[in-house]
């Protein structure tokens, strides 16, 4: 080897290790010294763990340290699109962690490591990356996750709209807890955890600039302490899932379909802020299909009922918690709401989106 | 940019404002395909059509927010039906079929307002000033059921011509044929109920809707087919039981 190659390789390998542009560049996503800076600068400064550190293709646990948080493991992935990137309340980062924790959550399981992949749009401003970046490291750090692998990818502008975010999630569900939609039985109380379609509203308010009054907040939030907090007061829960996208319509109509049995609703008790329901009623929108980004609703034995909502209502997270229904035989697969004013209305899945009204 | 604007007189102010908002700020790489229909010609038509069987109407509660409440007074003036304007929520609806039911028994035709929390009788005047100024009537439109109606809808003044997409580009006049076994014309009239639909909960549902009327939530023929207490498999076996019926050779 020559001494002038040996020389030369300490000076071709100086990097700053930070990003120099204000913008992302299709450079960033080209496997080369500038995806490094930015990997290095903007995601392992802000995520640094024991697991992260290694740089390895992926990240390694030790079976035996899971196993002391239970005897099965969760893993769930999600991916997050959301338009636009910052609305009132949070932003997609925040979103992106406590949607897959609350995908493991809902298990009863202890979430503990999530992965980050990104998608970025050419052209995307760094300080909002960064934003949404540092989101996520305190989003994971309130849900005491760590985020210990991920990806980024850079396409064209126009390939993508600015940033998209996939998180997938291990968890670990401690012995003796079994939570499935198929568990459902007559006689169950049918419990959520606060006020429903915020985010849904907050969403819709900040991309169709509707100027409300009162702006409505993102109920983003992680829900793992306050499932732990249920699972004390109450294990025996039967169901429990996250009412995400498509609402707690959505998710009674699968517990209903799963066990074959009905969810019967009580409209009067179903927590709704005054705002919600006014631009609801404005728009012809139904808040039980609004997306919910921290909200769970949980099926438990009518006998544990008020041991889980008094739970729930010590909780930060679960403060408006409310137990809106109950579970009968028939009509099989139903969910059923009783009206405020006496009658009955069958609750299904929403073919696709919800149209507002126009006349 | 084309924006497909639509809807009856609800949506017609943001459109307007939107041009009028495009013309202060000289946007010139915006236009508007202009789709928007009006109420009053419409109600007119089918007012006027010979087989109308309707006994009154719960008249939109947002068009008239817009348009006010006084514009429907020749519908009991000159057609002599009952009409009562409506909210949305379930017991603005009871609460109007109930005020309908008791000018019908009372032998009335008046128009009443039972949306007085936001229909007023002379409408929203900035709505409507922007609505004027911006459209004028077309000489006809045509409708899914209904056919062309003179006058239903609106287009762009010619003060506006430069955001309107039909001028700006070439826009075919295309005609499209409402599928032959599509209904929503006599259900609209009242001569035949949603479920008395030839594909009612068959051809047309609210999974591949054919007409209008199966779209949304607040669609008749999908309202009836989600909340209707109409037994479906009894109505498609009569409907097979009358095809076979009349494919069957006749007797001599």
């Known amino acids: 080897m020559s001494e002038a190659i040996t020389n030369l390789v300490p000076r071709?390998?100086?990097?700053?290790?930070?990003?120099?542009?204000?913008?992302?560049?299709?450079?960033?996503?080209?496997?080369?010294?500038?995806?490094?800076?930015?990997?290095?600068?903007?995601?392992?400064?802000?995520?640094?763990?024991?697991?992260?550190?290694?740089?390895?293709d992926q990240a390694r646990f030790s079976l035996s340290d899971l196993a002391k948080w239970g005897n099965r493991l969760a893993f769930t992935t999600d991916s997050y699109v959301v338009h636009p990137l910052f609305f009132p309340g949070g932003d997609i980062g925040e979103l992106a962690v406590n949607g897959t924790v609350n995908d493991l959550a809902v298990s009863g399981a202890q979430p503990l490591y999530l992965s980050c992949s990104v998608i970025l749009e050419e052209g995307l401003p760094v300080a909002d990356l960064r934003r949404i970046v540092a989101s996520m490291r305190r989003a994971a750090h309130a849900a005491g996750v760590q985020i210990v692998t991920g990806d980024t990818k850079v396409v064209e502008r126009g390939a993508a709209d600015k940033l998209f975010i996939n998180t997938a999630g291990i968890g670990v569900i401690p012995s003796g807890v079994n939570i499935a939609a198929i568990r459902a039985q007559p006689g169950d109380k049918v419990l959520v955890n606060g006020f429903i379609g915020d985010h849904g509203v907050a969403i819709l308010a900040a991309r169709e600039d509707l100027g409300l009054t009162v702006p409505i907040q993102s109920d983003t939030q992680p829900l793992n302490g306050l499932v732990q907090a249920l699972l004390t007061a109450c294990p025996a829960i039967h169901c429990m899932r996250d009412a995400a996208r498509g609402g707690i319509a959505t998710v009674l109509n699968e517990f209903a379909q799963s066990a074959d049995l009905c969810i019967n609703l009580d409209e009067s008790s179903i927590p709704v802020r005054e705002a919600v329901r006014g631009l609801s009623e404005t728009l012809g929108l139904d808040p039980l299909y609004f997306a919910n980004e921290g909200k769970l609703v949980a099926l438990v034995p009518a006998e544990h009922a008020p041991a889980a909502l008094a739970a729930m209502r010590l909780h930060p997270a679960g403060e408006n918690a409310a137990i809106i229904g109950e579970v009968s035989e028939r009509p099989k697969s139903g969910v059923i709401m009783h009206t405020a004013f006496g009658g009955e209305r069958i609750v299904d899945m929403l073919v696709g989106e919800q149209l507002p009204r126009i006349c | 940019?084309?924006?497909?604007?639509?809807?009856?007189?609800?949506?017609?102010?943001?459109?307007?404002?939107?041009?009028?908002?495009?013309?202060?700020?000289?946007?010139?790489?915006?236009?508007?395909?202009?789709?928007?229909?009006?109420?009053?010609?419409?109600?007119?038509?089918?007012?006027?059509?010979?087989?109308?069987?309707l006994d009154g109407f719960l008249g939109p509660g947002h068009v008239s927010m817009v348009i006010g409440g006084a514009m429907y007074e020749f519908i009991a003036a000159h057609y002599h039906k009952p009409l009562v304007i409506a909210g949305f929520e379930p017991l603005d609806i009871l609460q109007s079929v109930w005020m309908l039911m008791r000018q019908l028994a009372d032998g009335r035709c008046e128009v009443e307002n039972q949306y007085q929390r936001v229909v007023h009788d002379e409408g929203n005047a900035r709505a409507l000033e922007a609505v004027h100024k911006v459209f004028q009537l077309r000489a006809f439109f045509e409708w899914r059921g209904l056919g062309s109606i003179d006058h239903s809808g609106v287009q762009l003044r010619d003060t506006y011509a430069r955001f309107d997409a039909e001028k700006k580009y070439p826009v075919p006049n295309l005609k499209i044929a409402d599928p032959k076994s599509c209904q929503c014309g006599e259900v609209l009239k009242g001569v035949i109920r949603p479920w008395q639909c030839k594909v009612f909960g068959t051809a047309c549902t609210p999974e591949a809707p054919l007409g209008s009327l199966m779209v949304s939530s607040e669609g008749a023929c999908a309202a009836v087919y989600n909340y209707g207490l109409v037994d479906l498999g009894l109505i498609l076996k009569k409907r097979a039981a009358a095809e076979a019926a009349s494919r069957s050779p006749q007797p001599v």
């Open chain 2, 1 to 53: 940019m084309v924006f497909f604007a639509l809807g009856f007189e609800t949506t017609m102010p943001s459109t307007a404002l939107t041009i009028l908002r495009a013309e202060a700020e000289c946007i010139s790489n915006f236009s508007v395909f202009c789709n928007h229909i009006t109420i009053i010609p419409t109600i007119k038509a089918i007012l006027d059509s010979p087989e109308l069987t």
């Open chain 1, 12 to 56: 071709i390998r100086q990097r700053s290790g930070r990003i120099s542009c204000d913008t992302i560049t299709l450079a960033h996503g080209g496997g080369g010294k500038a995806m490094r800076d930015l990997i290095e600068d903007v995601f392992c400064s802000a995520f640094a763990n024991p697991a992260l550190a290694p740089m390895e």
